[in-house]
C-alpha cells in the first residue's frame, strides 16, 4: 500500500473522543511509513502518532492542504473545512452510547453526506480500517470545483441539525419548573436572585436533598436544621408520606454524566421518567404547601431529565459557557449574564414562560408559606 499523510481532526467539543486517538496510535505503530497527525481535543495525547489539543483555523487549513488523507469527526465545521481543502473525507462520528457527544447528531449528519457522496461514512474502528485499505493512491483528495457550495451545504444542514426542537407539549396545569445551569458561581447568585421574588421558591439543588438533607443536616434558608425546619419536614410528609419513603432515594442528581443525557434509547426514558417522577411529587407538594407560581431547581443537568415528564413544564436559564446542544434541543432556553439578571430578573423570565407568568409574579405574594413561618428560600446550606 501507498504511505500516506494523514491528518485525523476531532474538534473542540469537550467530551474525549479516545476511539480516534487509539485508531491513530494503532495506525502509527503497524505502518511506520504513513505520517500520522491528530489533533486530539480533549482526549489523551497520542502516544505514538504526532499530535496536538487544537489547531488555529489557519493551521487546520494548512494541514488539510498537505494531507493525503483526512479523517474528521462529525461536526458539520470540520467536514466544511476538510471540503474546502479538496477532500472527501473519511467521517468517523462521535457515539453518544461510548459517551463521546450527548446525542447522535454527528452519526445522523455523516449519514446525511455519505448519502450525497459527500464523504465517506465509517461508523467504527472496522470501517475505518476497510475505507483506509481501500483508498486510492491519492487519499481522501478529489478533482472538483464546488468547493465552495458544498461547504454552504454542509453548513446550512449542521445548522437544520443544530436548531432546537419545536416547544414540546405539556399537560394542561403543569408545574411551571426553572432550572438555572451553567457556572456554578453565577447559578448560586442567581438563585439568590429568585429567592427576593415574590411568587418564586427556590429550592435549591432538589437532586442534593438525599445527601444534604437526610445524611447531613444541613440549614435551610430559614435558619434552621434540615430535621427541624417545619417546611422541610412538610415538605416530605405531602410529597412522599416522609423522608423515610424508599422513592426518595430517587432524588439523586440524574443519569451519570458518561451517559451525556442523550436519552435515546427506550430503556434511558423509562430510567428518566422513573426518576422525573420523584420530582415531580416534590414539586407537586411544593406549590401546593406555598402556592408558588414559579418554583426554582438548581440540581446539575436535571433540565434534560425533567423535559421527559409532560406533568412538568420546565425552562432553562443558562450562565455562562454557551448552553449544550443536547440542552437547546430539549427545551426552552434563555442564556443571559448574571449581572443583567440580577438588575432585571424578570425579562428572561418573560421570554421563558411568558407575561402570564410575569403578571402572576408581580401580583403574588406566594412563596411566603406563611402558614409555615417561611420564606421562598429553601435552599439548604453547609453549617
Not at 396545569?173 to 426553572?178: M, N, R, S, T
Not at 439568590?192 to 435551610?220: F, K, Q
Request: proline share 7%; glycine share 10%.
Amino acid at each position: 500500500m501507498h504511505p500516506f499523510s494523514f491528518v485525523i481532526l476531532v474538534g473542540t467539543d469537550h467530551h474525549a473522543f479516545q476511539r480516534a486517538v487509539d485508531w491513530a496510535d494503532r495506525r502509527a505503530a503497524s505502518r511506520p511509513e504513513d505520517k500520522i497527525f491528530i489533533q486530539y481535543g480533549r482526549s489523551a495525547a497520542p502516544a505514538t502518532a504526532d499530535g496536538a489539543a487544537f489547531l488555529s483555523p489557519a493551521e487546520m487549513r494548512e494541514a488539510v492542504a498537505g494531507a493525503d488523507v483526512v479523517i474528521t469527526h462529525g461536526g458539520p465545521g470540520t467536514i466544511s473545512d476538510a471540503r474546502s481543502g479538496g477532500h472527501r473525507p473519511i467521517v468517523f462520528p462521535r457515539d453518544p452510547a461510548l459517551g463521546e457527544h450527548v446525542d447522535d447528531h454527528q452519526q445522523r449528519f455523516a449519514a446525511w453526506c455519505d448519502r450525497r457522496g459527500l464523504v465517506r461514512f465509517a461508523k467504527t474502528t472496522d470501517d475505518l480500517d476497510a475505507m483506509v485499505a481501500a483508498l486510492p493512491s491519492s487519499g481522501t483528495r478529489e478533482e472538483r470545483t464546488d468547493h465552495s457550495a458544498s461547504a454552504e451545504a454542509i453548513a446550512a444542514v449542521g445548522a437544520l441539525l443544530d436548531a432546537p426542537l419545536p416547544r414540546r407539549a405539556v399537560s394542561p396545569g403543569a408545574i411551571p419548573v426553572l432550572v438555572l445551569s451553567g457556572d456554578q458561581a453565577d447559578v448560586a447568585a442567581a438563585a439568590a436572585a429568585t429567592a427576593a421574588l415574590a411568587g418564586v421558591v427556590t429550592l435549591g439543588a432538589v437532586g442534593s436533598v438525599p445527601r444534604d438533607g437526610l445524611s447531613r443536616n444541613w440549614t435551610c434558608g430559614c435558619g434552621r436544621p434540615f430535621g427541624d425546619c417545619g417546611w422541610w419536614q412538610a415538605l416530605g410528609r405531602d410529597a412522599f408520606g416522609g423522608w423515610h419513603d424508599p422513592s426518595v432515594a430517587r432524588l439523586r442528581e440524574p443519569l451519570e454524566p458518561r451517559r451525556g443525557f442523550a436519552l435515546r434509547r427506550s430503556l434511558d426514558r423509562i430510567e428518566a421518567l422513573d426518576r422525573s417522577a420523584a420530582y415531580y411529587s416534590l414539586y407537586d407538594a411544593a406549590r401546593r404547601l406555598t402556592g408558588a407560581a414559579l418554583l426554582v431547581d438548581t440540581t446539575p443537568g436535571v433540565a434534560e431529565m425533567l423535559s421527559h415528564d409532560h406533568r412538568i413544564d420546565v425552562r432553562a436559564l443558562h450562565f455562562g459557557d454557551p448552553a449544550p446542544h443536547s440542552l437547546r434541543r430539549r427545551l426552552p432556553v434563555v442564556s443571559t449574564d448574571i449581572a443583567d439578571f440580577q438588575d432585571r430578573p424578570l425579562r428572561p423570565l418573560g421570554e421563558l414562560f411568558g407575561a402570564p407568568l410575569v403578571a402572576a409574579l408581580r401580583e403574588s405574594g406566594a412563596g411566603e408559606g406563611s402558614h409555615l413561618g417561611h420564606s421562598g428560600d429553601v435552599r439548604l446550606r453547609r453549617h
